[in-house]
Structures are given as structure tokens and as C-alpha cells.
């Protein structure tokens, strides 16, 4: 099995440009959750997901948007990229709340 | 704010030695405390994980201990190898749902290396 995958690996942005990182899962998850990783800051929840059609703001969720047409994707999109977005982005799913989050290898976003 | 401390922020230790890494919380509504091992250039992956109705879970050379009065857990690796060299993370989450109470709490992580 994949597990999660994202695309693309690495990606370097012009400010104000916007871009579309993508997830998928191939595991039926119905929870699925972005991340990003600053150094030396742990990993902060930007959006999250309980099922397709449902999306809701995690604890830094300015600057992005997400949706979520099918269970097995949850993209998130970057509009008007800023230097503040230079991170690493993580996607993860779970089968359901309070077990083991799997978690993608992670997009590592540039904004110059 | 939900916050999980963890400490030290980097952490040397001789190969065979016992890396103790430390994590305490506030939110007494946490239910599930995991530890997840990420390595350069990779997602975090999940190493071992405990939920508060036990003080100690053991698997393999990786140890928690939990201290529910205390509001503080620890991760300890036995016999540590110059492969476990990696970046460590504690994190928590409880079962209430929406509010953004969905997802990992995750502390700052610690750099652990194992010298050969």
C-alpha cells in the first residue's frame, strides 16, 4: 500500500503566486489532516477533515484552503503565497479520532 | 491554549546509553499520548503510544511512562544505537471533536543523536 501520499516533494513560490499541494490516501481513512512543520516549532494543524464534504480551521488556518470532494483526497491551497508559508507541509490521515496518524513525506514549500 | 512542553531541544548520548525525553500538558480532556520518530526528510512515523489508563508501556527498546497527576509523560530508549538518531516528537489529543480539538497536539520536538 502507498499510505499518503503528497505532491509535489519540493516547491519554490514567488510571493503572491498560489499553488495547490496535493493529498491522497489509498487506506479509506475518513479523517485526514494538514500540517506544517517550522524548525525548532513542532508541527501545527492547519485544516483537518472528518469525512468527504466536511472541512473545518485548525489552530493556524490563514492563508490556506482546503477541500474534500472524496475520502481518498484533501488538498490545500495556498493563495497569495507570503514568506510566512515557507515550511515544510505534512498531510496525515487516521481511520478514526485518537489512534495513530499516518503521515505523508512532506512538501517542502519555498516563498522568495 | 492546548499546549504539550517538551524538552530538552537536543540531547547527546553515547551509543548504549538511556536518552530520557520529557513531555508535560496542560488539557486534562488528552487521552492519547503518542511519541513519533522522523528522520531527515521524512514524515513523522509513530514509535510507541499510551493512553492514561496505564503508567508504563514498554515496546521493544522504547519505554513511556506516564504520570496522569503529574500531567507529564517520557519517552526512554533502551540500549540506544547510533540509528536511532533522529528527531523526536510527543504529542497528545483527546476525543472531543470539533473546535479544532480534532488532530495531534505535538511538542517542539528534540534532536537526539547517538554517538558510535
Known amino acids: 500500500n502507498a499510505g499518503v501520499t503528497q505532491t509535489p516533494k519540493f516547491r519554490i513560490l514567488k510571493i503572491g503566486q498560489s499553488m495547490t499541494l496535493q493529498c491522497t490516501q489509498d487506506?479509506?481513512?475518513?479523517?485526514m489532516y494538514w500540517y506544517r512543520q517550522d524548525p525548532g516549532m513542532g508541527l501545527k494543524l492547519i485544516y483537518y477533515s472528518v469525512g468527504a464534504g466536511i472541512t473545518d480551521k485548525g489552530e493556524v488556518p490563514n492563508g490556506y484552503n482546503v477541500s474534500r470532494s472524496t475520502t481518498e483526497d484533501f488538498p490545500l491551497r495556498l493563495e497569495l503565497a507570503a514568506p510566512s508559508q515557507t515550511s515544510v507541509y505534512f498531510c496525515?490521515?487516521?481511520?478514526?479520532?485518537?489512534?495513530?496518524?499516518?503521515f505523508g513525506q512532506g512538501t517542502r514549500l519555498t516563498v522568495v | 491554549q492546548q499546549q504539550v512542553k517538551q524538552s530538552p531541544q537536543s540531547l547527546i548520548v553515547q551509543k548504549g546509553g538511556i536518552p530520557i525525553i520529557n513531555c508535560a500538558y496542560e488539557n486534562t480532556a488528552f487521552d492519547y499520548f503518542p511519541w513519533y520518530q522522523q528522520f531527515p526528510g521524512k514524515g513523522p512515523a509513530l514509535l510507541i503510544a499510551?493512553?492514561?489508563?496505564?503508567s508504563e508501556k514498554k515496546e521493544g527498546r522504547f519505554t513511556i511512562s506516564f504520570n496522569k497527576s503529574a500531567k507529564q509523560f517520557s519517552l526512554h530508549i533502551m540500549d540506544s544505537q547510533p540509528g536511532d538518531s533522529a528527531t523526536y516528537f510527543c504529542?497528545?489529543?483527546?476525543?472531543?471533536?470539533?473546535?479544532?480539538?480534532?488532530?495531534?497536539?505535538f511538542g517542539k520536538g528534540t534532536h537526539l543523536i547517538i554517538q558510535p
Open positions: 487506506m479509506n481513512h475518513n479523517y
Open positions: 496525515a490521515s487516521t481511520p478514526r479520532l485518537n489512534t495513530e496518524a499516518f
Open positions: 504529542a497528545a489529543s483527546s476525543p472531543q471533536t470539533g473546535g479544532g480539538a480534532d488532530g495531534l497536539t
Open positions: 499510551i493512553r492514561p489508563d496505564v
